[in-house]
């Protein structure tokens, strides 16, 4: 059994397959997909909180480089992060003053920090703990509120969620939907 039935709000949920050659593959082919189809759209949009969610620090520091690269406006919380820093970031990107926030699964594992101010999330890869999954899309928010609390209102939320995979993350895929 999935986590999916875990998910409170109702927003569009795209799981975007790629493809690999081999595990090793995985991560390039990963930061491929994000440099070639991802990156342009979330570039050009001017909406302010993205969260993207990375579960492997290599990614994490692979992914971080580029949007440095890049001159994007992001901030990032990773678990070796200072809490000092921790705070800043998550500040930035509740005020919008960071339109992206990159952070990893293992500094949501040892901290679980309330991030507000999410929008949309992008899982660089599906966390290899399915739960964060339904942890982190019901921190999803609408006009300065919780996505569940806004759909028990009424309101609706266009909020989208996206997680990328290849044939190498089934495990993680099912996981997170259920076994067919």
Known sequence: VGVLSAVVPQVQQVFERFAAKSPADAATGRLELFKRALWPRIREAATPGLLVVVPRYFDF???????TAEDAD??????????????????????????ILLYTE?????????IRGIKDILFYSL????????ELVNLLEVDGTSAA??????????????????KFDMLQLERVVGAG
Do not use: M, W
């Open 149 to 166: 609390a806004s759909r028990a209102q009424g309101l609706t939320h266009h909020a989208t969620v996206q997680a990328l995979f290849c």
């Open 127 to 134: 966390p290899e703990h399915a739960h964060y999954y339904s």
């Open 61 to 67: 520091v692979r992914l971080r480089n580029f949007l």
């Open 106 to 114: 293992r500094a949501h594992f040892y901290h679980r920090h309330k």
């Open 74 to 99: 992001f901030t990032a919380i990773s678990e070796y992060t200072r809490p000092p820093d921790v705070t800043a970031a998550r500040s930035r990107f509740f005020h919008g003053r960071k339109r």
